[in-house]
């Protein structure tokens, strides 16, 4: 907890209007806080201040932002700043509180309720189902009748951000449909075309032909969505608006929990998000709401976001305290007065020009010209390494694009002319080569008989077959007019062939059989998870260079079809193979998130850079059409102003916003960049933003003389013997990871069995698929908790009740017919047999799967789930209980006394008890843990062992988290292996360069 002398030493270093935003807590709050302010300073200070100076939980603050990574930034601020009540704070973006309140009260969400959020995949599923169903004359063109799929999403998306239901929506395309139908001005009247239907009418005719067909399509993808048990990610929003306005005691529970609302970024907000803060908020005339926000940087439009939202605050609560932060303590007034030149063209901004608190004005912007692309990234890569030789750090120097497709050329003179670099942007993972490799050798599995697709995969370099061996083999299919799948499959053709090495073909052929046999026998992710292995592509990619790049992109495919599974537990290697297909055929990606690195350059998109700042930016591909001026075409026109549906000049306004923020992010430099030539060698001209700035305030430099070095050196882009990217000391990464996670104690577990199990499961978390027990093991965790919820509610549960939640969590794990009939038998049999052996003895004043999200030990911090909690009649003193969904083992087992066993359960017992005494508001003293085993000894009976925690147990626990802690942080087991013989992952490092 925050101390008072260190409180007020922070609180000395604010300026005053700082201050009064961070002393402000009771009534509404408006901060216009514009780059460089402190804004999240402001935000973590008055959270530790309403804490400090009142008796509020932490649990009844609610902080929203608009990105997960902000919610993230607040939350470590906050921990740094209180400790472990930080993580005891709600802070999170509008859609994760939502989905909070969709898992914590279902009972309101009668629409929702046991449903799922939905992929975009499936979205694009639904609507194309809707349209192979019905006939629609204006959104499903004969030539595609796919076109409008994305439109049609985008569509209800920006409905539904308004607040706009299928119903409302329907009504609405009536009336507009209705209104052209009675125009009066329909037809000329004179002239050549007269008695003929006006253009501009046949035009709005369409579009309201559209809306209306529109409307059927929005009324039957929820029908849909229902019917599956699916939402979308707008549903949480929407459906929440439904359930705070049609249920007053829902509404004036969550009212009465959340005292305190701080919304960071309230200029991003939609229209639908702001309803929910108007709800929340009318319980009191002047509620403790404090927005944050800087019209100047609104850049999420495209999102729903409106800006009329932020300026319609001070309307709403006319009793308003507002504070205009005018000190920016990141960038030079050179950098502020030419943003300010920018956004002054603005017709909607709050005039509010900042100040620097540096006394050196800085230099002039550089804006630099070249003719050709080219000249452009060779320029970047001079400039950076100048400013590298000048003790810049690589991680403060940031080149931020437009688009994703920007960062190729620069990474490519960046990789070949060595310099470390990361990109920042998502970027989609089936565009990584080796993903490219695996989903091939789905294709061929999917397709085997195939031989052109045999003989594609066959040229994969980890399945390690010499070129030479594949032209002998096409040759042999000519020569013995037999397919390459026979010859394969015969081991006397193979050994007459001309070939080096018939037994790694002949290997490699079996594997594909086996693999096609068991895409149609086994569940997806297990059939998914052999492949990985069997192939050699795990151990390919943990080979490679950039290992961990390539472990995270792989985890995000395997997350991917994780979704699938769940949504589809029959899912197979056919549907996923059509899951591709779509994301291909829509245009979409499936994006992993590079991890932050020091020591190397920074790429990414303008959005992205939102929130950060550096030393230096490059600004780059600054022309018109790019970076302002962009055409848009949007295929429906929704007959009333929604937040993107605007006209050209503000779509421009926004634009320049963005090109504000991404100068704003400057501390020191900025260059901007462009080309007067494209890659197809078409001209161009600069942005007009460029000329916005005045002619005092910038520098304009011809920078012919690096397409002239390029011309001189072009071979600099085709020299394969230049290092590939240089990425930082991998142990920056690795700690970052670490520090995010924390350590749970399957973690610990894992690191004192192996620290190389750890290091993948635990910390790179490489994709592996849960194998039968640990399925069943869920799905009985799921039906005690929701059993023993419903107890503690007083409803009238047995047991019959736990084994339908069993079979329904059961079913929505990816087993086979045959498994999942033999595994709901079977957990059916022992939980009868369980509630039976246990119904009179049982506390039903539990507290179920209690999560704690973090406490610190020191400066460590240690996360956690505890089955389910029994509370003693002392009601701060309880019973911790563990179940095992295994047979019963001895107390000494348990305890790690015989011979192999490791006394891990026992140490999850302790580690429970030190997680509940760290826990910053002491709740409950924990007198004992149960190691509770689900299934019965062979002779029927069922086991409970019980123990009491001592201090000595907990001390020694401590030192044993500090000293494995101590090891991760400084990578002390990176040259060690544990003493199991043939240790898996001890193996996997073995193969790491």
Same mark, same amino acid.
């Given at each position: 907890?925050?101390?008072?002398?260190?409180?007020?030493?922070?609180?000395?270093?604010? %300026?005053?209007?700082?201050?009064?935003?961070?002393?402000?807590?009771?009534?509404?709050?408006? /901060?216009?806080?514009?780059?460089?302010?402190?804004?999240?300073?402001?935000?973590?200070?008055?959270? +530790?201040?309403?804490?400090?100076?009142?008796?509020?939980?932490?649990?009844?603050?609610?902080?929203?932002?608009?990105?997960?990574?902000?919610?993230?930034?607040?939350?470590?601020?906050?921990?740094? $700043?209180?400790?472990?009540?930080?993580?005891?704070?709600?802070?999170?973006?509008?859609?994760?509180?939502?989905?909070?309140?969709?898992?914590?009260?279902?009972?309101?969400?009668?629409?929702?309720?046991?449903?799922?959020?939905?992929?975009?995949?499936?979205?694009?599923?639904?609507?194309?189902?809707?349209?192979?169903?019905?006939?629609?004359?204006?959104?499903?063109?004969?030539? *595609?009748?796919?076109?409008?799929?994305?439109?049609?999403?985008?569509?209800?998306?920006?409905?539904?951000?308004?607040?706009?239901?299928?119903?409302?929506?329907?009504?609405?395309?009536?009336?507009?449909?209705?209104?052209?139908?009675?125009?009066?001005?329909?037809?000329?009247?004179?002239?050549?075309?007269?008695?003929?239907?006006?253009?501009?009418?046949?035009?709005?005719?369409?579009?309201?032909?559209?809306?209306?067909?529109?409307?059927?399509?929005?009324?039957?993808?929820?029908?849909?969505?229902?019917?599956?048990?699916?939402?979308?990610?707008?549903?949480?929003?929407?459906?929440?608006?439904?359930?705070?306005?049609?249920?007053?005691?829902?509404?004036?529970?969550?009212?009465?929990?959340?005292?305190?609302?701080?919304?960071?970024?309230?200029?991003?907000?939609?229209?639908?998000?702001?309803?929910?803060?108007?709800?929340?908020?009318?319980?009191?005339?002047?509620?403790?709401?404090?927005?944050?926000?800087?019209?100047?940087?609104?850049?999420?439009?495209?999102?729903?976001?409106? $800006?009329?939202?932020?300026?319609?605050?001070?309307?709403?609560?006319?009793?308003? @305290?507002?504070?205009?932060?005018?000190?920016?303590?990141?960038?030079?007034?050179?950098?502020? *007065?030419?943003?300010?030149?920018?956004?002054?063209?603005?017709?909607?901004?709050?005039?509010?020009?900042?100040?620097?608190?540096?006394?050196?004005?800085?230099?002039?912007?550089? #804006?630099?010209?070249?003719?050709?692309?080219?000249?452009?990234?060779?320029?970047? #890569?001079?400039?950076?390494? $100048?400013?590298?030789?000048?003790?810049?750090?690589?991680?403060?120097?940031?080149?931020?694009?437009?688009?994703?497709?920007?960062?190729?050329?620069?990474?490519?003179?960046?990789?070949?002319?060595?310099? +470390?670099?990361?990109?920042?942007?998502?970027?989609?993972?089936?565009?990584?080569?080796?993903?490219?490799?695996? %989903?091939?050798? !789905?294709?061929?599995?999917?397709?085997?008989?195939?031989?052109?697709?045999?003989?594609?995969?066959?040229?994969?370099?980890?399945?390690?077959?010499?070129?030479?061996?594949?032209?002998?083999?096409?040759?042999?299919?000519?020569?013995?007019?037999?397919?390459?799948?026979?010859?394969?499959?015969?081991?006397?053709?193979?050994? %007459?062939?001309?070939?080096?090495?018939? /037994?790694?073909?002949? @290997?490699?052929?079996?594997?594909?059989?086996?693999?096609?046999?068991?895409?149609?026998?086994?569940?997806?992710?297990?059939?998914?998870?052999?492949?990985?292995?069997?192939?050699? !592509?795990?151990?390919?990619?943990?080979?490679?260079?950039?290992?961990?790049?390539?472990?995270?992109?792989?985890?995000?495919?395997?997350?991917?079809?994780?979704?699938?599974?769940?949504?589809?537990?029959?899912?197979?290697?056919?549907?996923?193979?059509?899951?591709?297909?779509?994301? @291909?055929?829509?245009?979409?990606? $499936?994006?992993?998130?590079?991890?932050?690195?020091?020591? +190397?350059?920074?790429?990414?998109?303008?959005?992205?850079?939102?929130?950060?700042?550096?030393?230096?930016?490059?600004?780059?591909?600054?022309?018109?059409?790019?970076?302002?001026?962009?055409?848009?075409?949007?295929?429906?026109?929704?007959?009333?102003?929604?937040? /993107?549906?605007?006209?050209?000049?503000?779509?421009?306004?926004?634009?320049?916003?963005?090109?504000?923020?991404?100068?704003?992010?400057?501390?020191?430099?900025?260059?901007?960049?462009?080309?007067?030539?494209?890659?197809?060698?078409?001209?161009?001209?600069?942005?007009?933003?460029?000329?916005?700035?005045?002619?005092?305030?910038?520098?304009?430099?011809?920078?012919? *003389?690096?397409?002239? &070095? !390029?011309?001189?050196?072009?071979?600099?882009?085709? *020299?394969?013997?230049?290092? &590939?990217?240089?990425?930082?000391?991998?142990?920056?990464?690795?700690?970052?990871?670490?520090?995010?996670?924390?350590?749970?104690?399957?973690?610990?577990?894992?690191?004192?069995?192996?620290?190389?199990?750890?290091?993948?499961?635990?910390?790179?978390?490489?994709?592996?698929?849960?194998?039968?027990?640990?399925?069943?093991?869920?799905?009985?965790?799921?039906?005690?908790?929701?059993?023993?919820?419903?107890?503690?509610?007083?409803?009238?549960?047995?047991?019959?009740?736990?084994?339908?939640?069993?079979?329904?969590?059961?079913?929505?794990?990816?087993?086979?017919?045959?498994?999942?009939?033999?595994?709901?038998?079977?957990?059916?049999?022992?939980?009868?047999?369980?509630?039976?052996?246990?119904? %009179?003895?049982?506390?039903?004043?539990?507290?179920?799967?209690?999560?704690?999200?973090?406490?610190?030990?020191?400066?460590?911090?240690?996360?956690?789930?505890?089955?389910?909690?029994?509370?003693?009649?002392?009601?701060?003193?309880?019973?911790?209980?563990?179940?095992?969904?295994?047979?019963?083992?001895?107390?000494?087992?348990?305890?790690?006394?015989?011979?192999?066993?490791?006394?891990?359960?026992?140490?999850?017992?302790?580690?429970?008890?030190?997680?509940?005494?760290?826990?910053?508001?002491?709740?409950?003293?924990?007198? +004992?843990?149960?190691?509770?085993?689900?299934?019965?000894?062979?002779?029927?009976?069922?086991?409970?062992?019980?123990?009491?925690?001592?201090?000595?147990? /907990?001390?020694?626990?401590?030192?044993?988290?500090?000293?494995?802690?101590?090891?991760?942080?400084?990578?002390?087991?990176?040259?060690?292996?544990?003493?199991?013989?043939?240790?898996?992952?001890?193996?996997?490092?073995?193969?790491?360069?």
């Amino acid at each position: 907890m925050i101390t008072e002398a260190n409180f007020a030493k922070t609180l000395a270093n604010l %300026n005053p209007k700082q201050r009064e935003a961070v002393e402000t807590i009771d009534g509404p709050v408006m /901060v216009i806080a514009g780059p460089g302010t402190g804004k999240t300073q402001i935000l973590t200070l008055r959270i +530790a201040n309403i804490l400090a100076k009142s008796d509020t939980p932490a649990d009844s603050i609610l902080a929203l932002t608009f990105t997960e990574s902000a919610a993230a930034n607040m939350r470590r601020r906050l921990v740094n $700043l209180i400790g472990s009540r930080g993580y005891y704070v709600t802070i999170g973006t509008f859609h994760s509180f939502c989905n909070t309140l969709i898992q914590e009260y279902p009972e309101n969400y009668e629409e929702l309720i046991g449903g799922k959020n939905t992929t975009e995949v499936s979205r694009i599923s639904i609507i194309r189902e809707i349209l192979d169903l019905e006939p629609y004359d204006h959104i499903k063109p004969f030539g *595609d009748k796919y076109f409008y799929v994305r439109d049609i999403l985008a569509s209800i998306k920006n409905l539904k951000n308004e607040g706009i239901s299928a119903k409302a929506f329907i009504e609405i395309a009536k009336e507009e449909a209705a209104s052209l139908e009675k125009r009066a001005d329909k037809y000329h009247l004179t002239g050549a075309h007269a008695g003929k239907i006006k253009g501009e009418y046949q035009k709005q005719l369409k579009d309201s032909q559209k809306n209306s067909e529109l409307g059927r399509v929005y009324k039957k993808y929820q029908e849909i969505l229902r019917d599956k048990r699916f939402y979308d990610f707008e549903d949480m929003i929407l459906e929440t608006i439904k359930a705070f306005e049609t249920k007053a005691e829902f509404l004036r529970e969550v009212q009465e929990k959340f005292q305190y609302l701080l919304i960071d970024e309230h200029q991003d907000t939609n229209g639908a998000q702001n309803r929910i803060l108007e709800l929340i908020c009318d319980f009191y005339p002047n509620p403790n709401l404090f927005v944050v926000g800087d019209e100047k940087q609104a850049i999420f439009r495209f999102q729903g976001a409106n $800006l009329d939202n932020f300026l319609y605050f001070q309307k709403k609560y006319p009793s308003v @305290k507002l504070i205009n932060l005018e000190d920016s303590y990141r960038s030079t007034q050179t950098i502020l *007065d030419s943003a300010q030149d920018l956004i002054e063209k603005n017709r909607t901004t709050i005039f509010s020009p900042l100040r620097a608190t540096t006394k050196d004005v800085g230099e002039k912007i550089k #804006v630099y010209a070249f003719e050709t692309p080219e000249g452009e990234g060779m320029f970047i #890569v001079e400039e950076i390494k $100048l400013l590298l030789d000048n003790e810049i750090k690589p991680e403060q120097i940031a080149i931020l694009y437009r688009e994703n497709r920007d960062a190729k050329l620069i990474a490519d003179f960046l990789n070949k002319a060595g310099l +470390a670099y990361v990109i920042e942007s998502e970027s989609n993972i089936l565009d990584d080569p080796d993903i490219k490799k695996l %989903n091939l050798i !789905f294709s061929a599995i999917n397709e085997f008989g195939n031989d052109e697709k045999l003989l594609e995969v066959l040229h994969i370099d980890f399945l390690n077959i010499d070129p030479l061996d594949i032209y002998q083999l096409s040759v042999a299919t000519i020569r013995e007019k037999r397919s390459l799948h026979k010859i394969l499959d015969d081991p006397v053709i193979l050994r %007459n062939l001309e070939i080096s090495n018939s /037994v790694q073909l002949s @290997k490699i052929y079996q594997l594909f059989k086996k693999w096609s046999k068991k895409s149609r026998n086994d569940d997806f992710i297990k059939f998914f998870e052999a492949v990985l292995n069997e192939s050699g !592509f795990l151990s390919h990619i943990i080979q490679h260079g950039e290992y961990l790049q390539k472990i995270d992109k792989l985890s995000s495919l395997f997350r991917e079809i994780r979704k699938a599974t769940d949504d589809h537990r029959a899912y197979s290697l056919r549907e996923y193979l059509e899951h591709l297909d779509i994301l @291909k055929t829509h245009g979409l990606s $499936l994006q992993s998130k590079s991890a932050t690195t020091r020591n +190397a350059v920074r790429l990414m998109t303008a959005h992205r850079a939102k929130g950060l700042e550096f030393s230096t930016v490059f600004l780059t591909k600054a022309v018109d059409g790019h970076w302002g001026n962009k055409r848009h075409f949007d295929k429906f026109k929704i007959p009333f102003k929604t937040s /993107v549906n605007i006209d050209e000049t503000e779509k421009n306004e926004d634009e320049r916003r963005l090109f504000y923020m991404c100068l704003t992010r400057a501390k020191r430099h900025v260059f901007i960049t462009y080309s007067t030539k494209n890659e197809e060698g078409r001209d161009q001209i600069p942005s007009q933003f460029l000329g916005e700035i005045r002619a005092e305030l910038k520098t304009e430099i011809l920078g012919g *003389d690096f397409d002239r &070095k !390029f011309l001189e050196n072009r071979a600099v882009l085709f *020299d394969t013997s230049k290092v &590939k990217n240089v990425t930082s000391d991998n142990q920056e990464l690795f700690i970052q990871i670490f520090e995010k996670r924390g350590l749970s104690v399957s973690a610990l577990n894992n690191y004192l069995a192996c620290p190389w199990k750890y290091f993948y499961l635990n910390l790179l978390r490489i994709p592996r698929s849960k194998n039968k027990s640990q399925m069943f093991g869920t799905a009985v965790h799921f039906a005690l908790k929701n059993f023993f919820d419903a107890k503690r509610g007083g409803k009238l549960v047995d047991a019959p009740s736990i084994l339908l939640s069993f079979e329904n969590a059961l079913s929505r794990e990816p087993l086979t017919k045959t498994d999942f009939e033999e595994t709901l038998s079977y957990g059916k049999k022992i939980l009868e047999k369980y509630y039976n052996f246990y119904q %009179n003895s049982w506390n039903y004043n539990t507290v179920n799967e209690f999560a704690i999200k973090g406490v610190m030990l020191e400066n460590i911090k240690l996360t956690g789930k505890l089955d389910k909690i029994e509370i003693t009649e002392n009601p701060k003193h309880v019973i911790v209980v563990d179940y095992k969904t295994k047979e019963p083992g001895s107390r000494n087992q348990i305890l790690g006394l015989t011979k192999n066993s490791t006394g891990d359960y026992k140490r999850q017992l302790v580690f429970y008890k030190l997680l509940l005494e760290l826990k910053p508001e002491k709740t409950w003293e924990m007198d +004992a843990g149960v190691i509770d085993f689900i299934e019965p000894n062979p002779r029927g009976t069922f086991k409970r062992e019980f123990f009491e925690i001592q201090k000595s147990e /907990v001390d020694e626990l401590k030192e044993i988290i500090q000293k494995a802690v101590y090891s991760i942080r400084n990578l002390e087991f990176w040259n060690t292996r544990c003493n199991k013989k043939d240790c898996k992952y001890c193996g996997l490092r073995d193969l790491m360069r």
